[in-house]
T-cell receptor, first 117, second 114 residues
Framework: GAVVSQHPSRVICKSGTSVKIECRSL??????MFWYRQFPKQSLMLMAT?????????EQGVEKDKFLINHASLTLSTLTVTSAHPEDSSFYIC?????????????FGPGTRLLVL | AQSVTQPDIHITVSEGASLELRCNYS??????LFWYVQSPGQGLQLLLK??????LVQGIKGFEAEFKRSQSSFNLRKPSVHWSDAAEYFC????????????FGTGTKLQVIP
């Protein structure tokens, strides 16, 4: 159990376009989902925390108008990179905390590799 | 500010040799501690975690980690490394108390040679 999927697994887009990444909890409900970004050869950096039905909380330095997060249901959160630029190329990973489980429990998705040309 | 330090960026070991990956944290209280493994181009897989109790925790794939409060450390060990263990390993912490933010270390890349 406790599987998190991401779609797509990799995407290539042109500069200026928008890209949507989905994060789904397949066999549990997730009241809270997290979005991370990982630059090559670096660690994961938390971008934002999203709670179902409310606005996401962004970490300092993350542009909320550029990285739109929607958590419309207990099993789905989406991250939309708007007007993508080459510097947005990165590996984006989501995680989900199952409803009713301790705060420290998170399950990670397999990640989405974004390349902006 | 809270921080997680993995002092070794890159480690090379021979297959069959023992392994120890270091992790130190800087917090006022004992956090929840995790070790994750990431294969190239893949997401994170949880190896093990420590919340409380026995300070030596067993994980998957033959890994174990020991929490040492006096040293603020949570080092990962494996007695005999397999070639398939080559990956990047991240130590992570979560502070208890209502906030779920995970802070990751910078990672240690493990190379296994025949």
């Amino acid at each position: 159990g406790a599987v998190v999927s991401q779609h797509p697994s990799r995407v290539i887009c042109k500069s200026g376009t928008s890209v949507k990444i989905e994060c789904r909890s397949l066999d549990f409900q997730a009241t809270t989902m997290f979005w991370y970004r990982q630059f090559p050869k670096q660690s994961l950096m938390l971008m934002a925390t999203s709670n179902e039905g409310s606005k996401a909380t962004y970490e300092q330095g993350v542009e909320k108008d550029k990285f739109l997060i929607n958590h419309a249901s207990l099993t789905l959160s989406t991250l939309t990179v708007t007007s993508a630029h080459p510097e947005d190329s990165s590996f984006y990973i989501c995680s989900a905390r199952p409803f009713g489980q301790p705060e420290e429990t998170q399950y990670f998705g397999p990640g989405t590799r974004l390349l902006v040309l | 500010a809270q921080s997680v330090t993995q002092p070794d960026i890159h480690i090379t070991v021979s297959e069959g040799a023992s392994l120890e990956l270091r992790c130190n944290y800087s917090y006022g209280a004992t956090p929840y501690l995790f070790w994750y493994v990431q294969s190239p181009g893949q997401g994170l897989q949880l190896l093990l975690k420590y919340f409380s109790g026995d300070t030596l925790v067993q994980g998957i794939k033959g890994f174990e980690a020991e929490f040492k409060r006096s040293q603020s450390s949570f080092n990962l060990r494996k007695p005999s490394v397999h070639w398939s263990d080559a990956a990047e390993y991240f130590c992570a912490v979560v502070i208890s108390g209502g906030y779920q933010k995970v802070t990751f270390g910078t990672g240690t890349k493990l190379q296994v040679i025949p």
